[in-house]
C-alpha cells in the first residue's frame, strides 16, 4: 500500500479532470450504475465539529473508495484547517489497499466545490452576472473562486456572521461584503456553505429568478434555508436518498411543503439538461455523494499511477 501525501495529492490534481469525472459520477449515480454505502455520521458538541465516513464503487470497475473526512469549525482559532481526512483506493478483485490518499480533507473540499459549480451550471439564469456566497470559510472561498472562474460571473458578494472574515474574503476574491438582505436583492446564484443549524435565509428574502446552490446541509441537523423557499420553485438534489435523510429538501419534505417525488437529480439533469423558466426559483440541495470522492480520487490515483505530477 502506498501512502500518498498532500503534496503529491494536489501536484496530480488536474481541476478539469477532475470536475468531468465528477459530472460522470453523478450521471452514473442517476444511472443506477454505482454503489453507494449508507453515509456514517459523528457529531461532535464542543468544540463543534463531525466526522463522515462514505464509500462508493461503480458496477465493473477495477476499484472502490472509502473516505474519511472531518470538519471542526473553530480549529481556524487554533491556526489548524477546519478540514482533515484520507482516502483509500481499494482493489475491487482483491480487496487490497492500492493508495491511501492522505489529503487531509483537501480531496472532499474541492469535489465539493466541483459539485457546486457542476449543479450551478446546471440551473443557471441565463445572463447571470453575480454570485452570492453565505460564509466565509474554506468552501465560500472554494465555491467563490471556481464559480467566478468557470461561469464567468463578474461580481460576487459576501456575507458571514463574522463581518471581518466576510470582508477577508471579499477582498480575496474582488468582491464586496453585504448583509444577507443585499445579497438576496442582488445576486442572480448564491451559494451557502455554512454549518448552520437554523435557516439563514428567509423565503421572504428570495426573489423569482433566484437560483441557490445550498452546500451546508450536509449531516442531519444542519439547514440554511427556510424550507418553504423550497415549496416555490424546483428543487435539484445530488441524491434524493440523502437529501430527504438529511439535506435542505428533508426538511421541506418533513413539513409538507414538497413531494420527494417532485426532487430531480442532479445526475438526471446533466443527461437531460432542463431550461428553467427565468422567474423560477430553482434550488440545488447538494449533500454530498460518495461517489464524488469515487471519482476524484480515481482521477488523482491514476495520474499518480502514470507518472504524472502537476
Known sequence: M?????????????????ITAVETGFKRYSAGQTQVSTVLHLGFAEPPGDCHVKAAAVTGDEVFVVKLATSFYRNPELNLPSSNGFMAVISARTGEILALLHDQGHLTDQRTAMAG?????????????????????????????????????????????????????????RGEAVSLEQMCARADVIVTTTPSTEPLLSVDMIRPGTRIVAVGADSPGKRELDPRILSRGRTVVDSIAQCVDHGEAGWAVRAGLIDPASLLELGSLLEAPIAFAPDEIVVADLTGVAIQDFEIAKSVWRRLQSGVRG
Open 2 to 18: 502506498k501512502v500518498v501525501n498532500v503534496a503529491e495529492i494536489l501536484a496530480a490534481l488536474d481541476e478539469e479532470v477532475a
Open 117 to 173: 459549480a457542476i449543479a450551478a451550471r446546471a440551473i443557471l439564469r441565463a445572463g447571470s452576472r453575480t454570485l452570492g456566497i453565505v460564509g466565509a470559510g474554506t468552501q465560500a472561498r472554494l465555491q467563490a473562486k471556481l464559480l467566478q472562474r468557470r461561469l464567468g460571473l463578474a461580481s460576487v458578494l459576501v456575507w458571514a456572521r463574522n463581518s471581518k472574515r466576510a470582508s477577508a474574503l471579499a477582498s480575496e476574491v
